[in-house]
């Protein structure tokens, strides 16, 4: 992923991410599918599916860090 498409995914709410993350599990599901019946030319495209589920993921896990560690203001 390039850093532009990072930057958008910061912008994005959390609900957002995970919707995306369904998304791409989805689409990697496919891309899997393809690679075992031969129809896949750039079989790369798997590798960088999954890099993109985990750069959201860690997203959406380091807000959940950020709202649990934040102290209670009165």
Sequence with gaps: MKKKEIRELRDLTVEELAKRVGEEKASLYDLRVKA??????????????????????????????????????A
């Design 36 to 73: 075992k019946t031969g129809q896949m030319e750039k079989t790369s495209d798997i590798s960088k599916s999954k890099r993109k589920i985990a750069v959201m993921q860690t997203e959406i896990n380091s807000r959940k860090k950020q709202v649990v560690s934040e102290p209670l203001k």
